[in-house]
C-alpha cells in the first residue's frame, strides 16, 4: 500500500513539476513585432482626410483605432496625436507602416513592441504568406475560408457583422418605381450566395440586423419568389433595364453581382452589373458593404440608417440610444419595406493567424483590430 501511495506521489510531483515548467510559456510575455498584411491600400492616415474607396475606408478606420483613441459622438476620431495603443515610427504612404507601442498609453503598453502592417497584398499572397509564416496576421474573404482550412492555416470568424445591400439611385426612373424595387428584391436567391459563392461563411439577410443583435431578422423574409418577381415586373411598362454597379475592387462584389444578373434574368428581369466608373448617378443601383457600429440594435440601426439615407434619399431622422425593441423594428420595417435598400447577406469578418499569436479574439461588431491584448510566444 506505502509502494502505490509512493508512486503515485511521485507521479503527481511529476505533473506539477511539467507544469510548473510549461507556465512561463503560457503567460504572456513583452516583445516581438506582429506582421500584419491588407489588401488595402492606405493613402493617409490622417483621420480628417476621407478615404478613396470604402476598402481603404476600412482598413484606414482599423489603423486609426490604433493610432487615437477619443472618438467623436459620430463615431468618428477626433484625431488626437499620442493618444492610442501605439504611434507611427514609419510611414510608406500606400506600402508600409510600422507602429510602436505607446508606454504612456493610460491602460499600460501593448504587449508586441511593433506593428509591421504590408498593403496591397493580393488574397492569394496572404494565404500564402500565413502559410509559410511570412505573416501573423491577415483578413481574409469569405470565401476563401475552405482553402485556408486545407492549407492549415489558423482562422479566427467573427459574428456576421458586416451587410451587403442593394441600394437604389434617388433620381433613376426605375429606382424610382417600388414594383421595379420590389421586383429585383424578391428575385434574389440569397441562400444560394450564401452556400456557393460565400462557401457557407455567411447568412441570407432580410433585414437590416443579424438575428443574434435584434433578435427580430427572421420577421423578415428573405426566400427567393420568382413567381412574385415576374408579376411585380410585368406591371412596368415598356422595355425596361436595371444597371446594378458594383466596386470592381471587390471581388465578391462582382461575384453577387453576377449571380444576381442569373436571379433576375429567371424572373424575367432585365438587369445588367457594370464596375463603377463615374457617378452613382449613372447607375439604377449599386452593391455595397455596411459594418455594424454596435451589437445594440438600437446604435446598430441608427448608424446603419444614417449611411443609408444619403444614398437612398430615405429620412435621415435620428433613432435614440435608448429607442425600445418595437421603435427599432418599426424604423426598420420602414426602410426595408421601401426597396429603397435591400438587404442580402450578412458577412462576418475573417482573419488568419500565426501560430505565434496568443490570446487573440474575434472583435465584438463596432470594434477594431483587438491588439491590445495579443501577445507573441514560440512558433508551434
Not at 475606408?57 to 495603443?85: H, P, Q
Request: charged letters at 25%; glycine letters at 8%; aromatic letters at 6%.
Amino acid at each position: 500500500m506505502r509502494l502505490q501511495s509512493l508512486l503515485l506521489l511521485a507521479a503527481t510531483s511529476g505533473l506539477v513539476a511539467a507544469a510548473l515548467r510549461a507556465e512561463p510559456a503560457r503567460r504572456p510575455r513583452y516583445g516581438g513585432t506582429l506582421r500584419v498584411e491588407i489588401g488595402a491600400v492606405v493613402n493617409s492616415i490622417d483621420p480628417t482626410v476621407a478615404a478613396a474607396t470604402p476598402a481603404e475606408a476600412a482598413a484606414k478606420d482599423e489603423i486609426c483605432a490604433l493610432l487615437y483613441e477619443r472618438r467623436n459622438a459620430d463615431g468618428t476620431f477626433a484625431g488626437v496625436a499620442g493618444s492610442g495603443l501605439f504611434r507611427v515610427a514609419e510611414w510608406d504612404p500606400g506600402k508600409h507602416l510600422t507602429l510602436e507601442a505607446n508606454p504612456d498609453h493610460r491602460a499600460g503598453r501593448a504587449f508586441v513592441d511593433s506593428i509591421e502592417i504590408q498593403m496591397g497584398k493580393t488574397a492569394h499572397d496572404e494565404l500564402v504568406d500565413l502559410e509559410v509564416d511570412k505573416a501573423d496576421f491577415a483578413e481574409i474573404r469569405p470565401e476563401d475560408v475552405r482553402r485556408a482550412n486545407e492549407a492549415g492555416i489558423r482562422v479566427s470568424t467573427s459574428r456576421p457583422d458586416e451587410l451587403l445591400a442593394i441600394v437604389f439611385t434617388p433620381g433613376r426612373p426605375l429606382a424610382d418605381d417600388a414594383h421595379a424595387r420590389e421586383a429585383l428584391s424578391r428575385s434574389i436567391d440569397r441562400a444560394a450566395i450564401v452556400n456557393f459563392i460565400l462557401q457557407r461563411q455567411g447568412e441570407p439577410a432580410g433585414g437590416l440586423l443579424p438575428q443574434w443583435s435584434s433578435g427580430t431578422a427572421f420577421l423578415f423574409p428573405a426566400a427567393v419568389d420568382p413567381a412574385a418577381a415576374k408579376n411585380l415586373w410585368s406591371q412596368i411598362t415598356g422595355s425596361p433595364k436595371i444597371v446594378l454597379g458594383y466596386d470592381a475592387n471587390d471581388p465578391l462584389e462582382q461575384s453577387v453581382a453576377e449571380r444576381i444578373v442569373v436571379n433576375a434574368r429567371d424572373a424575367g428581369i432585365e438587369l445588367v452589373a457594370q464596375a463603377r466608373q463615374g457617378a452613382a448617378a449613372n447607375y439604377d443601383a449599386g452593391l455595397v458593404r455596411i459594418r455594424l457600429a454596435s451589437p445594440r440594435p438600437a446604435a446598430g440601426l441608427a448608424r446603419m440608417s444614417a449611411v443609408l439615407a444619403p444614398l437612398t434619399g430615405l429620412s435621415a431622422e435620428p433613432l435614440a440610444e435608448a429607442a425600445t425593441p418595437q421603435q427599432v423594428y418599426d424604423r426598420e420595417k420602414a426602410i426595408v419595406s421601401s426597396y429603397r435598400a435591400v438587404p442580402l447577406v450578412w458577412l462576418p469578418r475573417v482573419y488568419g493567424l500565426s501560430a505565434r499569436v496568443r490570446d487573440w479574439m474575434p472583435p465584438a461588431s463596432g470594434e477594431a483590430w483587438p491588439f491590445a491584448d495579443v501577445w507573441l510566444g514560440d512558433a508551434q
